[in-house]
């Protein structure tokens, strides 16, 4: 059921496509309202306030707010009445799996609707504080301002199906069709245009000498095997002479098709692969350009799923299922002007299992489509676990949770055997009732031509040679039947690959971006809001400044906003009201590389790729020659213990750092930072889970690092921080105290209390 959010259409609002509010809810709302009252909101929910699924209704006037229990189709119950003007806040209370719109009064909180997660956007209920407040602002109340959050705006209902668009698209994925996909996918061989017409002219080459090998049929029969001539009967040295003539003849045809044939699938299979390494190629570089919040919604395992197991099913359907087709459908209009030009009668009879054929690969086609659909989902669920399994093999085996993880596999294993087989057995229906449907018009044909035959009215070698051509077609009729199980795997893993390269990145450059020139590092924060998922703000009304080469120390509890802080800088995310500013540029204006080029970052859990160790210390500045590398390294701490290694600098190193301590790892990532040589740091707890030592080489690398740089560093060890130049205190989102270490401490607040926190620890750990 589809929902109505409006602030200009009465009653008559649509209710989703070509629907209308319920009768029982129009007929008990006619009793209710008073003259000229009208309908602004209209918003179903599917769960009563106890959490059991029912049909609810929300609607507001501009007079009040009316819940009603519509789950009796018979009559309609008001349930709640709020005037409009009693209302001091709509906000929206997110639960496990379920919410709740709450208003305030000015004594008491009221829930008005409780719905499920999918409710509240596929119903607009998310909309429904906007519409609400716009309602009390024409009756002339002051509202305050919320953040639509940066999620909120990319999540629309498809105006055709009504289903919900992914945040990162505006392509609805269910209304895609299949020949739409599939042409989408060949124009990927627009390129190489010239390499399709090579391969178009070899298969018309290669179908005029299947054609002409099957018409030998004829006068091999009417003048070797059985003469229609009776004096030819006994000239058996005349008929052996053409015996030997009709054999060599076959032999250089299918020599010569063999060739082609040949030249023909090689040039396809290059064609093929060339394809899908530009579309895996397109597929990498669009995951690359996505921001960060498309992955916090996607696992890794089914992004990878679509690069290598999808794209591979596209590229089977390229170098065979592309080429099979193109052969089937000329050589079937190929036989059927041959097979009419022969016997137009029989031709007839041939095409009568062709209905069948055709309902038969419609109906199964569509069963295929979502079977293999399904297949799809258990193979990416298989690449999800093992996308998490395997890096975190160490947390499975501290746990020893061997068996639990094995277990998990087996049971998605036996999911995908499950949907595998499933597509079994529409296989094993469909191609027998195919091949019956052919066999069935093969004995159609044998009994009407063989009574020719026996008649006169047909010699044996034009039935011969029709029943080679009706043979011929039928098996190209086959052919393109078992290309439907091919086509409906593709049209699933092109679905799958162009969602990826639909998916639109929320942080890119604007139209007028500029390039940011080098800059000196000054940084304003002014007023700052932003929100995850558009409903709770992670940050509120942050503001506050950097001069250039500054070091800024920020802390407080976890999940106050801290890291959420850096990102925006980075613009990971953009921030939902207020602006970021760097040496006076708004950082939405500018490019989103030249900013990140002057920005380097220290990370809590530093990564590495797999590769040598200074590889990954010039991961910053490939272009970084031996001697820069070492310097950087110096600089870090990182070149004793480099050393100490017996290939140095051109040491493996595993998979995220295998092989290295949370020390060593920290400082080639500061090696790789100083490499970089930013003009803005940001150091996310680089020294929180080090021993003491370690902290020490870390600490004093940190402060050759921060020298002339603007420095934003986020800590929990307080004492990290008391060299800044000011700290920054979150709570909640807020700024709840700023000033130096020694003013902070004086002001006898949260900072204080901390301070208090980890010295007393400290004493307790000695």
């Not at 011929?472 to 393109?480: E, S």
Request: glycine residues 6%; proline residues 3%; neutral net charge.
């Amino acid at each position: 059921m589809m929902a109505s959010v409006t602030l200009e259409e009465p009653l008559q609002s649509e209710i989703g496509p070509k629907k209308e509010l319920p009768k029982v809810i129009q007929e008990e709302f006619t009793k209710i309202s008073e003259p000229e009252e009208e309908i602004r909101v209209a918003v179903p929910s599917d769960m009563n306030m106890e959490g059991v699924f029912e049909d609810w209704w929300l609607l507001a006037t501009e007079k009040r707010i009316l819940v009603f229990n519509s789950d009796h189709k018979e009559k309609a119950e008001l349930v709640k009445e709020i005037p409009i003007n009693d209302i001091q806040e709509v906000k929206i209370k997110n639960y496990v799996g379920n919410g709740i719109l709450e208003v305030k009064t000015e004594d008491k909180a009221i829930e008005l609707i409780r719905f499920s997660r999918t409710a509240l956007y596929k119903n607009s209920i998310v909309e429904v504080p906007k519409a609400i407040d716009k309602l009390r602002e024409k009756n002339g109340y002051a509202v305050e301002k919320k953040s639509e959050g940066h999620i909120q705006k990319h999540s629309g209902r498809c105006p055709k199906c009504g289903n919900i668009i992914p945040f990162w698209t505006d392509t609805c994925p269910h209304c895609l069709k299949k020949r739409t996909m599939l042409l989408r996918l060949f124009s990927y061989l627009k390129p190489y245009w010239y390499v399709v017409v090579i391969s178009f002219l070899l298969s018309l080459a290669t179908i005029g000498l299947n054609l002409a090998n099957t018409y030998m049929t004829k006068p091999l029969t009417d003048m070797v095997f059985a003469p229609t001539d009776p004096a030819r009967v006994a000239d058996h040295e005349h008929r052996f002479f053409l015996l030997n003539i009709f054999v060599l003849f076959l032999i250089g045809m299918h020599v010569l098709g063999t060739g082609l044939g040949t030249l023909r699938t090689y040039i396809m299979s290059w064609l093929g692969n060339k394809v899908i390494l530009d579309l895996r190629t397109s597929a990498y570089e669009y995951l690359q350009r996505l921001s960060l919040s498309f992955y916090d919604r996607k696992e890794t395992g089914r992004l990878m799923s679509r690069i290598t197991y999808d794209t591979g099913n596209l590229q089977q359907f390229i170098v065979n299922g592309i080429q099979d087709f193109t052969i089937d459908v000329m050589m079937l209009t190929g036989m059927s002007v041959v097979l009419f030009v022969t016997n137009w009668k029989l031709a007839a009879l041939t095409l009568i299992p062709l209905p069948l054929l055709t309902v038969g690969t419609v109906y199964f086609g569509q069963k295929m489509h979502m079977a293999y659909h399904k297949v799809w989902r258990r193979m990416a669920s298989i690449s999800a676990i093992l996308a998490d399994t395997i890096p975190g093999v160490r947390v499975v085996k501290t746990f020893v949770a061997e068996q639990r993880e094995i277990n998990k596999f087996t049971n998605i294993n036996h999911d995908f055997f499950k949907s595998s087989m499933n597509t079994a057995k529409l296989n094993t229906l469909y191609f027998p009732i195919m091949g019956f449907a052919t066999f069935a018009g093969g004995i159609i044909i044998r009994w009407f031509g063989g009574r020719d035959v026996v008649t006169g009215d047909m010699t044996l070698g034009s039935l011969m040679l029709f029943m080679g051509y009706m043979w011929q077609f039928y098996g190209h009729v086959n052919g393109l039947t078992r290309l439907n199980q091919m086509l409906q795997m593709a049209a699933s893993a092109a679905e799958r690959v162009f969602e990826i390269l639909d998916a639109q990145p929320e942080i890119d450059d604007s139209k007028n971006a500029i390039e940011l020139p080098p800059i000196k590092g000054d940084i304003k924060y002014d007023n700052v809001v932003f929100s995850y998922d558009g409903e709770k703000n992670a940050l509120d009304g942050i503001s506050f400044e950097i001069k250039a080469g500054q070091m800024v120390g920020l802390s407080g509890p976890s999940s106050a906003g801290k890291t959420t802080l850096v990102n925006l800088l980075c613009r990971f995310y953009d921030v939902t009201e207020g602006a970021i500013i760097i040496d006076g540029y708004d950082i939405r204006d500018v490019k989103v590389r030249s900013l990140r080029d002057q920005i380097s970052v220290v990370l809590q859990d530093p990564f590495l790729f797999h590769g040598s160790i200074a590889d990954n210390i010039a991961y910053s500045k490939p272009t970084a020659t031996r001697s820069e590398i070492i310097a950087a390294a110096k600089a870090a701490n990182a070149h004793e213990f480099i050393m100490n290694f017996p290939d140095g600098y051109d040491t493996m190193v595993g998979e995220r750092g295998v092989g290295l301590s949370g020390g060593e790892k920290q400082r080639i990532s500061i090696a790789r930072a100083i490499l970089k040589n930013p003009r803005i740091l940001i150091l996310d707890e680089a020294t929180s889970s080090v021993d003491t030592e370690t902290e020490s080489l870390i600490q004093s690398a940190i402060e050759r690092l921060v020298e002339g740089r603007t420095t934003i560093a986020i800590a929990h060890r307080l004492s990290t921080l008391k060299k800044a130049d000011k700290l920054i205190i979150l709570d909640k989102g807020k700024i709840v105290e700023m000033g130096t270490h020694d003013e902070l401490l004086e002001n006898d607040r949260l900072y204080k209390r901390l301070v208090t926190m980890q010295a007393e620890l400290s004493k307790v750990r000695a």
